[in-house]
Protein backbone atom coordinates (compact mmCIF):
# COMPACT_ATOMS: atom_id res chain seq x y z
CA UNK A 1 0.00 0.00 0.00
CA UNK A 2 1.27 3.34 -1.14
CA UNK A 3 1.52 5.67 1.84
CA UNK A 4 2.50 9.28 1.87
CA UNK A 5 2.63 10.81 5.86
CA UNK A 6 3.47 14.33 6.06
CA UNK A 7 4.32 15.96 8.90
CA UNK A 8 5.01 19.67 10.48
CA UNK A 9 2.17 22.09 10.05
CA UNK A 10 0.70 24.60 12.01
CA UNK A 11 0.28 28.30 12.59
CA UNK A 12 3.15 30.56 12.33
CA UNK A 13 3.60 34.41 12.16
CA UNK A 14 4.42 36.16 9.09
CA UNK A 15 8.46 35.94 8.51
CA UNK A 16 8.65 33.22 10.63
CA UNK A 17 9.19 29.45 9.38
CA UNK A 18 8.18 25.76 9.17
CA UNK A 19 9.35 22.66 7.47
CA UNK A 20 7.15 20.45 6.02
CA UNK A 21 8.15 16.36 6.15
CA UNK A 22 6.89 13.65 4.19
CA UNK A 23 7.93 10.01 4.45
CA UNK A 24 6.91 7.90 1.22
CA UNK A 25 7.59 4.02 1.18
CA UNK A 26 10.46 2.79 -0.10
CA UNK A 27 9.34 1.74 -3.55
CA UNK A 28 7.46 4.25 -4.44
CA UNK A 29 10.16 7.62 -3.12
CA UNK A 30 13.08 6.04 -5.04
CA UNK A 31 11.64 6.25 -8.70
CA UNK A 32 9.50 8.68 -8.28
CA UNK A 33 9.62 12.62 -8.78
CA UNK A 34 8.26 14.10 -5.11
CA UNK A 35 6.89 17.26 -5.03
CA UNK A 36 4.25 19.67 -2.68
CA UNK A 37 1.19 21.37 -3.35
CA UNK A 38 -0.99 23.66 -1.88
CA UNK A 39 -4.77 24.19 -1.89
CA UNK A 40 -6.97 27.07 -0.33
CA UNK A 41 -10.63 26.49 -0.34
CA UNK A 42 -12.26 27.49 -3.39
CA UNK A 43 -9.28 27.30 -5.07
CA UNK A 44 -7.39 24.95 -7.40
CA UNK A 45 -4.30 22.71 -6.18
CA UNK A 46 -0.71 24.60 -7.10
CA UNK A 47 2.73 23.12 -7.22
CA UNK A 48 4.87 24.55 -4.74
CA UNK A 49 8.11 22.61 -5.95
CA UNK A 50 9.19 19.57 -7.16
CA UNK A 51 12.38 17.31 -6.76
CA UNK A 52 13.09 14.53 -9.23
CA UNK A 53 15.03 11.60 -8.37
CA UNK A 54 18.00 13.43 -10.02
CA UNK A 55 17.50 16.62 -7.84
CA UNK A 56 16.46 18.74 -10.64
CA UNK A 57 14.52 20.88 -8.82
CA UNK A 58 11.70 23.41 -9.73
CA UNK A 59 9.68 26.41 -7.55
CA UNK A 60 7.24 28.29 -8.23
CA UNK A 61 7.52 31.60 -8.15
CA UNK A 62 6.51 32.93 -5.59
CA UNK A 63 8.04 30.77 -3.53
CA UNK A 64 11.34 31.02 -4.59
CA UNK A 65 14.08 32.42 -1.87
CA UNK A 66 12.12 31.45 0.51
CA UNK A 67 11.07 27.94 0.19
CA UNK A 68 13.59 24.69 -0.04
CA UNK A 69 12.95 21.33 -1.09
CA UNK A 70 15.22 18.61 -0.05
CA UNK A 71 15.06 14.58 -0.49
CA UNK A 72 16.40 12.35 1.84
CA UNK A 73 17.24 9.08 0.58
CA UNK A 74 17.82 7.03 3.15
CA UNK A 75 14.38 8.03 4.81
CA UNK A 76 12.62 7.85 1.98
CA UNK A 77 11.61 11.67 3.33
CA UNK A 78 11.01 14.71 1.39
CA UNK A 79 11.29 18.00 2.52
CA UNK A 80 10.18 21.80 2.42
CA UNK A 81 11.78 24.36 4.38
CA UNK A 82 9.44 27.70 4.59
CA UNK A 83 11.02 30.95 5.82
CA UNK A 84 9.90 34.18 5.38
CA UNK A 85 6.56 33.00 5.58
CA UNK A 86 3.17 35.56 4.04
CA UNK A 87 0.06 34.99 4.98
CA UNK A 88 -1.16 34.69 1.41
CA UNK A 89 0.85 31.20 2.12
CA UNK A 90 -1.87 29.98 3.88
CA UNK A 91 -3.11 26.68 2.53
CA UNK A 92 -3.49 23.29 3.08
CA UNK A 93 -0.19 21.98 1.62
CA UNK A 94 0.36 18.23 -0.02
CA UNK A 95 2.79 15.88 -0.72
CA UNK A 96 2.86 14.25 -4.26
CA UNK A 97 4.82 11.08 -5.74
CA UNK A 98 4.70 11.37 -9.53
CA UNK A 99 6.09 7.99 -11.45
CA UNK A 100 5.16 6.65 -15.14
CA UNK A 101 3.88 2.96 -14.41
CA UNK A 102 4.26 1.34 -18.16
CA UNK A 103 3.85 4.67 -19.77
CA UNK A 104 1.30 5.87 -17.59
CA UNK A 105 1.80 9.02 -14.86
CA UNK A 106 0.27 7.95 -11.46
CA UNK A 107 -0.01 10.11 -8.81
CA UNK A 108 0.47 9.55 -5.26
CA UNK A 109 -0.92 12.19 -2.55
CA UNK A 110 -0.39 12.40 1.29
CA UNK A 111 -3.83 13.33 3.56
CA UNK A 112 -2.96 17.12 3.82
CA UNK A 113 -1.10 19.29 5.97
CA UNK A 114 -2.52 22.67 7.25
CA UNK A 115 -0.36 25.81 7.28
CA UNK A 116 -1.55 29.15 8.35
CA UNK A 117 0.36 32.23 8.57
CA UNK A 118 -0.95 34.88 10.77
CA UNK A 119 -0.40 37.65 13.47
Known amino acids: QVQLVESGGGLVQPGGSLRLSCAAS????????MGWYRQDPGKQREVVATVTRGASINYAESVKGRFTISRETAKNTVYLQMNMLRPEDTAVYYC?????????????WGQGTQVTVSS
Open 26 to 33: GSIFSGST
Open 96 to 108: NAARLVFGQLINY
